[in-house]
Nanobody, 132 residues
Framework: RVQLVESGGGSVQTGGSLTLSCAASGNTSRTNCMGWFRQAPGAEREVVAQFYTGGGITYTDSVEGRFTISRDDAKYTLYLRMNALKPEDAAMYYC??????????????????????????WGQGTQVTVSS
């Protein structure tokens, strides 16, 4: 079982930046589906950004152009660079990695994989607070 540990959250002012990291305990270099989710109090968990097969990347509309997802396969680490943060970005941020390696995904199938806890690994989350 792969364990994921997020870090990098914190409290920033509007317009500030943070970089979240998600370190995996095992080799995720052959995993073709991974991403970041967030959940604000009283809201549903939503996908923020995800990687899928062939270098595909999707972002939710509200973060497009401000957030950048990246991965370092040598370090088994997933990143989320967040710029121009807004109060509405405040949430608990989670990373998720598909359970199976060497499987091809498109954006839709990747998201379906990640939201299913039986088919993905999840971290415990890191809190992001944005003050106005």
């Amino acid at each position: 079982r792969v364990q994921l540990v997020e870090s990098g959250g914190g409290s920033v002012q509007t317009g500030g930046s943070l970089t979240l990291s998600c370190a995996a305990s095992g080799n995720t270099s052959r995993t073709n589906c991974m991403g970041w989710f967030r959940q604000a109090p009283g809201a549903e968990r939503e996908v923020v950004a995800q990687f899928y097969t062939g270098g595909g990347i999707t972002y939710t509309d509200s973060v497009e152009g401000r957030f950048t997802i990246s991965r370092d396969d040598a370090k088994y680490t997933l990143y989320l660079r967040m710029n121009a943060l807004k109060p509405e970005d405040a949430a608990m941020y989670y990373c998720a990695v598909a359970m199976y390696q060497d499987v091809s995904y498109n954006g839709r199938s990747c998201q379906a994989q990640l939201v299913d806890p039986r088919r993905s690994y999840w971290g415990q989350g890191t809190q992001v607070t944005v003050s106005s």
